[in-house]
């Protein structure tokens, strides 16, 4: 197989693989309209077409391939190529001997920094991270009084409130109930614990009884109920007619249960 | 009376400070410079500066087995050369083994043109700098010194201190001034005009 005589059916050019390299080197053809994978794709069907591997005409392929390549990367990459083209020689000479020079220079820094590494080799010394304390630094630039004062005030105003709203369980202080029940047992002697905590929720409710339980244990007062679920009679302890100690017993007791 | 202290050795006032410098000296692992040390030893630049001298002199080659040097911009204690060879048998230098022309030569562009990007050294040596640069930078000889202002912010490298310290340079204005380096530059110039002369007829 002549790789020169591959047939080509492109769609800049038809004809064989030998006269687009000629057009090409020519330059009566642009190479940036010819599809070079359309080329690949023509070789390859032609190889396949063989039973064994044709080494020559792949090595020969491949050498014109990639000429043929490197002249289209040129060809689409002008600027440069122009620069350079621009030059006149003299011009052209100048930059090349500045160059030329510039690296010629670092060269010889090299050779004088290869003698210097001779010449130092026997100098030994310890190496590693210097152990250096952190320096201290001042926190702070001069401020001026006025913005820190300012800045102050922002920060001396009280945090918003945070709601607890959502929270179910809200218990008022038992002290708050030992007040109220101590203020009514001033004015009469007894009073109906039920009466007195009407309209109240729940927890506050809870938390008046216990303020019963605490004036209760205190000697304070007496607790009288007459069932369970009865209505709870609290009565000063040193009021008029104390009921029988057991029978408080037993019904404190119960309330307990209750 | 006299109220001034009773000195029994004249001793040289400079000493205690001398010491205390030593004492630094000895902890360091890289080069002080006077106000390093100064603040340390919480004393005067000018008065550590003459105790630095006295403690030079009392290390110096062919003196002491430790010598004391100007390096680096700073004062540093290394081994005395005549112990080298003893050195040599127990320690070895991984910064300065094997460094290749590649290495060097993009050290000398580094430390000449520094801080430069490896672009700036591409185009000098007309390679790409990459490994040079990776291979400088991990001997500790080199290190990033910010980004360059144009676009692309390509890294900037400069010489370490311990570049000059392997090479027992004071600082980088040691290097020889880079006009007196490549002489026969011009002969290269004329060669090129010649060729250039010849085309253009």
Excluded at chain 2, 68 to 78: P, Q
Aim: charged share 30%.
């Amino acid at each position: 197989m002549i790789v020169r005589e591959l047939d080509l059916d492109l769609d800049a050019f038809e004809g064989p693989f030998d006269l687009l390299l000629t057009l090409v080197l020519k330059d009566e053809l642009e190479l940036r309209e010819i599809d070079v994978a359309g080329i690949v794709m023509a070789f390859l069907e032609r190889l396949a077409e063989r039973d064994e591997l044709d080494l020559e005409a792949c090595g020969e392929f491949l050498v014109l391939i990639a000429a043929l390549l490197e002249l289209k990367a040129r060809g689409l990459f002008p600027e440069e190529a122009a620069e350079l083209a621009e030059l006149e020689p003299e011009a052209a000479a100048e930059e090349l001997a500045r160059r030329l020079a510039e690296y010629r220079r670092m060269k010889e820094a090299a050779a004088w920094l290869r003698d210097r590494l001779d010449t130092e080799g026997d100098r030994f010394f310890r190496i590693g991270p210097a152990p250096l304390a952190p320096k201290v630094e001042t926190p702070l630039a001069p401020q001026e009084p006025e913005r820190l004062a300012a800045v102050l005030r922002m920060l001396a105003v009280p945090p918003p409130q945070v709601s607890l709203s959502h929270m179910a369980l809200r218990f008022p202080p038992v002290s708050q109930f030992l007040e109220r029940f101590r203020a009514v047992l001033r004015r009469r002697s007894r009073f109906d614990f039920d009466a007195e905590v009407a309209g109240l929720s729940r927890v506050e409710q809870a938390v008046a009884f216990l303020a019963l339980l605490d004036m209760r244990r205190s000697g304070e007062i007496t607790i009288e109920q007459a069932a369970p679920f009865a209505p709870i009679r609290v009565a000063r302890e040193n009021g008029e007619e104390n009921p029988a100690r057991d029978e408080r017993t037993v019904s404190w007791t119960t309330v307990r249960s209750a | 009376m006299d109220d001034r202290p009773l000195r029994l050795i004249a001793a040289n006032p400079l000493d205690q400070l001398a010491r205390t410098l030593e004492a630094l000296l000895v902890v360091a692992s890289a080069p002080l410079d006077v106000d390093e040390l100064a603040e340390a030893a919480d004393d005067h630049p000018e008065r550590v500066e003459a105790a630095l001298r006295l403690v030079a002199d009392r290390y110096r080659e062919g003196r002491s087995g430790v010598v004391l040097e100007h390096v680096a911009g700073g004062w540093a204690f290394r081994a005395s050369r005549e112990a080298a060879a003893a050195c040599s048998r127990l320690f070895e230098k991984p910064a300065q083994r094997n460094l290749s022309q590649a290495s060097l030569e993009t050290l000398a562009i580094v430390a000449y043109l520094g801080p430069c990007t490896r672009p700036d050294i591409a185009r000098i040596r007309g390679v790409a700098a990459d490994s040079a640069v990776a291979n400088l930078v991990e001997r500790g000889l080199i290190a990033e010194a910010g980004r360059d202002d144009h676009a692309g912010g390509a890294i900037r490298y400069r010489t370490t201190p311990l570049f000059e310290r392997i090479f027992g340079l004071e600082s980088l204005s040691e290097l020889p001034r880079l006009d007196d380096l490549g002489a026969d530059t011009e002969q290269i110039r004329e060669r090129l005009h010649e060729v250039a002369d010849l085309r253009s007829a």
